[in-house]
């Protein structure tokens, strides 16, 4: 059962960068068709998704946050991590890793967030 | 400002029907995927394509798309169905983006 766990610094300081990473657990993280994404979620409010990448590199970002961040992958330790620059308060928020599946086990058109992580708090703060 | 819009909240008495629904100019190409998240918890996958439930979800939740609206509905909702709902689907210029909607604050009475 393929399992994600974020893991970083839990408060980052005003203009620095943040940084997370999601470790994958009982299986590849290069098996498959899937990418893997970053989504987050300030207090009392919806999710909104960051950005994705897949194992040979190629990313996806939400346009509103595109010119902040950045997503990488080490498929020699089973992890994809998240780097956004500039951050102010409004950057806080639980950041959740997911996988971003096309197609089920049975081959069913799946595309959709199939697995996440716990989701770990950032709080941007002097 | 989220390309899918959903009501903020619903209601449904116990053992009753609700349908809860997300809107966008993409679900007419895309289908939807729904989203439980309860208090503390990370969301949970709980209807995707065109209208199906990962292992483990009860069959009284269902989903449904018609023309720019998609729809999950609960049939005989139960007090731990009470929860946040988030559809999500890509965005509307199909460039493997994605979206969410605001969410949906589900109350069993």
């Known amino acids: 059962q393929v399992q994600l766990q974020e893991s970083g610094p839990g408060l980052v300081k005003p203009s620095q960068t943040l940084s997370l990473t999601c470790t994958v657990s009982g299986g590849s993280i290069s098996s498959g068709s899937y990418y893997w994404s970053w989504i987050r979620q300030p207090a009392g409010k919806g999710l909104e998704w960051i950005g994705r990448i897949y194992t040979s590199g190629s990313t996806n970002y939400n346009p509103s946050l595109k010119s902040r961040v950045t997503i990488s992958v080490d498929t020699s330790k089973n992890q994809f991590s998240l780097k956004l620059s500039s951050v102010t308060a409004a950057d806080t928020a639980v950041y959740y890793c997911?996988?971003?599946?096309?197609?089920?086990?049975?081959?069913?058109?799946?595309?959709?967030?199939?697995?996440w992580g716990q989701g770990t708090m950032v709080t941007v703060s002097s | 400002s989220s390309e899918l819009t959903q009501d903020p909240a619903v209601s449904v008495a116990l053992g009753q029907t609700v349908r809860i629904t997300c809107q966008g100019d993409s679900l007419r190409s895309y289908y939807a995927s729904w989203y439980q998240q309860k208090p503390g918890q990370a969301p949970v996958l709980v209807i995707y394509g065109k209208n199906n439930r990962p292992s483990g979800i009860p069959d009284r939740f269902s989903g449904s798309s018609s023309g720019n609206t998609a729809s999950l509905t609960i049939t005989g909702a139960q007090a731990e169905d009470e929860a946040d709902y988030y559809c999500?689907?890509?965005?509307?210029?199909?460039?493997?983006?994605?979206?969410f909607g605001g969410g949906t604050k589900l109350t069993v009475l």
């Open positions: 997911a996988r971003d599946n096309y197609y089920d086990s049975s081959g069913v058109y799946l595309d959709a967030f199939d697995i």
């Open positions: 999500n689907s890509r965005d509307s210029s199909g460039n493997h983006l994605r979206v």
